[in-house]
């Protein structure tokens, strides 16, 4: 089971940084980044699985995949953002990382007002 091994790791490196901080900050530090990224590097499988998925999904509904095609975009800067987020936090790097939270922000807007355009578009074409 994949989420076995990915909480593992978690809780190792977990530990291994709380118990390394005490002495050697920079090194704990270190640890956690390590970490982080090789959870990323499992979750990317897990990850391609879902692509195929979602890629089998809009074949088969056209007609439903424009909106649902922005929104599982939506979903994937939210999670690439939030880990860059955490990893900046964990460097000590509160500033910077809020930047990067509020450009994921800025970039989901963007991504949304077509979808929100034609939403309006519907609303007004039944009035």
């Given at each position: 089971m994949e989420i076995a091994k990915i909480a593992a790791i978690g809780l190792i490196?977990?530990?291994l940084a709380v118990t390394l901080k005490?002495?050697?900050?920079?090194?704990a530090m270190q640890v956690s980044i390590a970490a982080g990224i090789l959870l990323f590097i499992l979750v990317v499988d897990q990850l391609s699985e879902a692509v195929a998925r979602i890629e089998s999904f809009t074949e088969k509904y056209q007609s439903f995949c424009e909106g649902a095609g922005i929104v599982l975009k939506v979903v994937g800067i939210?999670?690439?953002?939030e880990f860059a987020v955490q990893i900046l936090k964990?460097?000590?790097?509160?500033?910077?990382?809020s930047k990067v939270e509020m450009a994921a922000k800025v970039v989901i807007m963007l991504l949304?007002?077509?979808?929100?355009?034609?939403?309006?578009?519907?609303?007004?074409?039944l009035l």
């Open positions: 490196a977990g530990v005490k002495t050697n900050p920079e090194i939210s999670y690439i953002a964990d460097a000590g790097e509160g500033a910077l990382s949304t007002l077509p979808l929100l355009e034609e939403f309006a578009d519907m609303v007004f074409s």
